[in-house]
């Protein structure tokens, strides 16, 4: 925790030397740490967990190693094998026995029907960011699209002087090349070879916005309208799938690291909680208790070391 926060202070003032250095001797310790805990609990499960749930003063910092990885969302460590396993025997207590299965793990071809719906909606939320990040791209792109367009189709108009927002030149200008990202081509309008529906009198268009404008032929416009299309429906839209694909990779590496993390969040959230109402009398019991020691923290009471508190 303290290396990746030294290691972030070095990001902003731009050390990059300092910075992977901190970067990896937190990766190191971590690791070490991650090893240590393994083989402890593999020799023996009581220490590991008595070591697990004890309450230490490291650096004036008084906290459980299992408290203090979720604190700092130290997902490598909180989702341990060893450490679902200990979940996984104080949510069953109370059962005929606990064995040691993969019952309580996602496995390979259900992982996607066990995660919780947090988790999808941050999957989702993170494909929202990258979608957005393509937005910005595609959004340039219709509009210098646009404005070639209307330069060429409609030449010498003037773009402004309309009394309501449904006239506005601004959605012609965007119209055409919108729905060419779907395959609408509007050639008619294009190459002009389709005069119904509007006029050539200047008078007429100028006077009433309501009244379309005929369309000017001019061979460059389709040019343009086909590196247009080719840019956009190849290159952009291929681009954006394969963004989708290497951020779906991203999360389905992590995905079983995050599940079994919130999955050992939930357990211990609930494993000292008394279900409602037979809650009340207790909550009162530590509103006087809050209000005779306001420094007393009731998480260090029942577990571990806490001759320091």
């Known amino acids: 925790m303290y290396l990746t926060s030294l290691a972030n202070t070095a990001k902003q003032r731009f050390e990059e030397n300092l910075q992977k ?32 749930e004890n309450v230490s003063n490291v650096w004036d910092y008084i906290e459980s190693p299992i408290h203090f990885g979720h604190q700092f969302s130290i997902e490598e460590f909180v989702s341990l094998s060893s450490n679902q396993k200990n979940a996984s025997k104080a949510l069953f207590s109370f059962g005929s026995g606990y064995e040691n299965n993969d019952e309580n793990s996602p496995t390979e071809g259900t992982t996607k029907n066990t995660y919780p719906s947090h988790i999808k909606e941050w999957a989702l939320f993170v494909k929202l960011v990258d979608l957005l990040d393509y937005l910005v791209i595609l959004i340039i ?4 699209a646009g404005v070639v367009y209307h330069a060429n189709v409609y030449p010498n108009h003037q773009v402004k002087g309309s009394s309501g927002i449904e006239f506005w030149r601004i959605w012609t200008i965007m119209k055409i090349p919108y729905w ?5 081509l509007y050639l008619d309008t294009l190459e002009a070879s389709d005069a119904s529906g509007c006029t050539d009198n200047a008078t007429i268009w100028k006077a009433d916005p309501s009244v379309e404008r005929c369309p000017t ?12 299309m080719m840019l956009t429906n190849w290159l952009l839209l291929n681009i954006v799938i394969a963004m989708f694909s290497a951020r779906f990779d991203a999360i389905q590496e992590r995905s079983e690291e995050k599940w079994r993390y919130y999955r050992h969040s939930v357990i211990f959230d609930y494993e000292d909680r008394i279900p409602s109402p037979l809650n009340f009398p207790f909550r009162i019991l530590s509103l006087m208790d809050a209000r005779k020691y306001p420094c007393h923290c009731p998480c260090f009471s029942t577990k571990g070391n806490t001759k320091n508190i």
């Open 21 to 52: 250095e901190y970067q990896s001797h937190a990766k190191m310790f971590l690791s070490r740490a991650i090893q240590l805990f393994d083989k402890m609990f593999s020799e023996d499960e009581s220490v590991a967990i008595y070591a697990l």
């Open 141 to 144: 792109f219709i509009f210098a």
């Open 180 to 184: 060419q990202v779907y395959g609408e």
């Open 217 to 228: 032929g001019d061979w460059i416009t389709p040019v343009i309208a086909a590196f247009y």
